[in-house]
């Protein structure tokens, strides 16, 4: 999938999505949010990767209304507590 390296992959299979289908199906947020937190340390960059690759768009290709309501998802996981999630 566009925007999915190798890296991404091998997390991505390790918080139990394996395809593309199993990412369209989860969707970008919960793919994030199942990303963070296994890793910590995945930043808002992953999470356009992820929109990307499920609307195939180059993920700096993505509209500034996504990226904004992107950026709101991710700022809302920093706030929760954790199990929350």
Known sequence: MMNIGREMA???????????EELIAAGPEQAFARLRERYPRVCLVH????????????????SEER????????DGLAEAPWGEL
């Open 10 to 20: 091998k997390k991505l299979r390790s918080v139990g999505i394996s395809s593309a």
């Open 47 to 62: 999470l356009y990767a992820l929109e990307g690759a499920v609307s195939q768009t180059e993920f700096n290709g993505l």
């Open 67 to 74: 990226k904004r309501a992107l950026k709101s998802f991710s």
